[in-house]
Antibody, heavy 120, light 107 residues
Framework: QVQLVESGGGVVQPGRSLRLSCAAS????????MHWVRQAPGKGLEWVAV????????YYADSVKGRFTISRDNSKNTLYLQMNSLRPEDTAVYYC?????????????WGQGTLVTVSS | DIQMIQSPSSLSASVGDRVTITCRAS??????LAWYQQKPGKVPKLLIY???TLQSGVPSRFSGSGSGTDFTLTISSLQPEDVATYYC?????????FGPGTKVDIK
C-alpha cells in the first residue's frame, strides 16, 4: 500500500533553514508528481509546492516563492522541501501528498505530517 | 491567481438533515474541483473529484455538483461521523488552491 513518511520538522529560529523529507513506498514513485501541503495550527489547508514526476517542472505558492525549493530523488523514492529564510507564519504541519492518478492534482494519499515551528 | 471562497464558514445541523456547502472560484475552472473531509487530528480525506465523481469507498450520501465557478457539496442525510471540516480545492492549474474550509457539527 502507498506510504508517505515525512521527517525533518522541528523548532527553528526566524531566518534559519530547514529541510523536510518525504519517503515514499508502495507505488512507482517516478511516475507521479508530488506535492507539499501545509496547515498552520487551527487553520486551513494551504497548498505549498508541486514537482513533476521527473523534476523538470516546479510550481510554488506565492507565500513561499523564492524561499522554498521542492526537489526529488527518484533513485531514493524521496521528496524534499528546502525551506530558507523561515518566518513565524511558516509554522505549520507539512504534509507530502500524492495525487490519486498520474494526472489530476488532487490528493488521495497523505503522509502523517511533520510539524515545523518557527520561533525565537 | 484564482481565489476559492466557501460558504458558510461553519454550520450546525441535526442528524438526518440535508447539508449543502458552496465553493466559488473567482474564475472558471471547468470541473477541476475536489472536495476533502478533515476530522480533528486526522489527515484530509478525498471525497469527490472532477466536481461530481465520488471517490471509491465514500458513502453515497455525499455528492458534488457544479462547473465553471460555482460548486456544491451535499450531504443528503447528516450522520454523527460527518462532523468535520470540509475543503474544496481547484486543480485546473497551479497554484492548486484550497478553499478556507467549512466546519460542520451536529446541533
Amino acid at each position: 500500500q502507498v506510504q508517505l513518511v515525512e521527517s525533518g520538522g522541528g523548532v527553528v529560529q526566524p531566518g534559519r533553514s530547514l529541510r523536510l523529507s518525504c519517503a515514499a513506498s508502495g507505488f512507482t514513485f517516478i511516475t507521479y508528481a508530488m506535492h507539499w501541503v501545509r496547515q498552520a495550527p487551527g487553520k486551513g489547508l494551504e497548498w505549498v509546492a508541486v514537482i513533476s514526476y521527473d523534476g523538470s517542472n516546479k510550481y510554488y505558492a506565492d507565500s513561499v516563492k523564492g524561499r522554498f525549493t521542492i526537489s526529488r530523488d527518484n533513485s531514493k523514492n524521496t521528496l524534499y522541501l528546502q525551506m530558507n529564510s523561515l518566518r513565524p507564519e511558516d509554522t505549520a504541519v507539512y504534509y507530502c501528498a500524492r495525487p490519486l492518478w498520474q494526472r489530476g492534482e488532487y490528493f488521495q494519499h497523505w503522509g502523517q505530517g511533520t510539524l515545523v515551528t518557527v520561533s525565537s | 491567481d484564482i481565489q476559492m471562497i466557501q460558504s458558510p464558514s461553519s454550520l450546525s445541523a441535526s442528524v438526518g438533515d440535508r447539508v449543502t456547502i458552496t465553493c466559488r472560484a473567482s474564475q472558471g475552472i471547468s470541473n477541476y474541483l475536489a472536495w476533502y473531509q478533515q476530522k480533528p487530528g486526522k489527515v484530509p480525506k478525498l471525497l469527490i473529484y472532477a466536481a461530481s465523481t465520488l471517490q471509491s469507498g465514500v458513502p453515497s450520501r455525499f455528492s458534488g455538483s457544479g462547473s465553471g465557478t460555482d460548486f456544491t457539496l451535499t450531504i443528503s442525510s447528516l450522520q454523527p461521523e460527518d462532523v468535520a471540516t470540509y475543503y474544496c480545492q481547484k486543480y485546473n492549474s497551479a497554484p492548486f488552491t484550497f478553499g478556507p474550509g467549512t466546519k460542520v457539527d451536529i446541533k
